[in-house]
């Protein structure tokens, strides 16, 4: 495969670069990880469970 025939794939919502597809594949709305599942992680609530 040459780098030409392909295109980078773009979250819709935060425009965040999420992968690599063939150029004639055809993605309808492409979410990345954060924005298809908002649920902050347990890492992410830590400091506030730490600190308040």
Do not use: W
């Amino acid at each position: 495969m040459n780098i030409y025939d392909s295109k980078t794939i773009r979250c819709v919502t935060c425009d965040k670069a999420i992968g690599e597809v063939d150029f004639d594949a055809e993605i309808i709305r492409p979410k990345c990880g954060q924005c298809s599942n908002p649920t902050p992680d347990t890492r992410d609530k830590m400091p506030y469970l730490i600190y308040h």
